[in-house]
């Protein structure tokens, strides 16, 4: 089945201790994102990346890292988490040029 | 830059009855995409339906609709003999044709919507 996984689904932690969000496809994509949603701000795309070691910044990027070391996965690591990063997390794959986004199932991380 | 207006933060609708959604844009470019997304409380991102901005024609699937008018920078959803299955949050998003690297998707705030039995 093609899919996109995130893990953890939830995730409670406390400032300052760094965690990662990781994301893994299936569908042998180019293009993969990250983005955040937040109540009446709707979904920021945070880090994107086009292929394997090709990564930039997305419009709200900063308390953020990302890597690309595989084609299928995509983590998202908060090296110093803080309570203004509690958020949903999605992870998003395409083809790259492609308008079909196959997003992961969310992950709701609460910083404390 | 682009912009995703959706201003109506919660609707409600009887069930078999027929609801809009709206949603307006700003761009200057001239070839985009616009979508649908719904989110149930499972929190899945599902896409409802897309348009392509050089189609005049309004897309369908099945009991959605859109109207959407490109002059106005209007992209609203209509959704036909609602279901109870329907009430979730609804985003509208836009995609730039020529995106270069980047296929971002720009997301309105979303709108609850609300089917009564």
């Known amino acids: 089945e093609a899919q996109v996984t995130q893990n953890p689904r939830y995730l409670i932690t406390v400032t300052g201790k760094k965690l990662t969000v990781t994301c893994s496809q299936n569908m042998n994509h180019e293009y993969m994102s990250w983005y955040r949603q937040d109540p009446g701000l709707g979904l920021r795309q945070i880090y994107y990346?086009?292929?394997?070691?090709?990564?930039d910044k997305g419009d709200v990027p900063e308390g953020y890292k990302v890597s690309r070391k595989e084609k299928r996965n995509f983590p998202l690591i908060l090296e110093s988490p803080s309570p203004n990063q509690t958020s949903l997390y999605f992870c998003a794959s395409s083809f790259w040029g492609n308008t079909e986004a196959f997003f992961g199932q969310g992950t709701r991380l609460t910083v404390v | 830059a682009q912009t995703v207006t959706q201003s109506q933060p919660e609707m409600s609708v009887q069930e078999a009855e027929t609801v809009t959604l709206s949603c307006t844009y700003d761009t200057s470019e001239s070839n985009y995409y616009l979508f649908w997304y719904k989110q149930p409380p499972s929190r899945q991102m599902i896409l409802v339906i897309r348009?392509?901005?050089?189609?005049?024609q309004n897309a369908t699937e099945n009991r959605f609709s859109v109207n959407f008018q490109k002059a106005a920078k209007s992209f609203s959803l209509k959704i036909s003999d609602s279901q109870l299955g329907d009430t979730a949050m609804y985003f509208c998003a836009f995609m730039r044709t020529n995106t270069g690297a980047n296929s971002k998707l720009t997301f309105g705030k979303g709108i609850t919507l609300s089917v009564r039995p």
């Open positions: 990346s086009m292929n394997v070691e090709v990564t």
């Open positions: 348009q392509e901005a050089y189609k005049q």
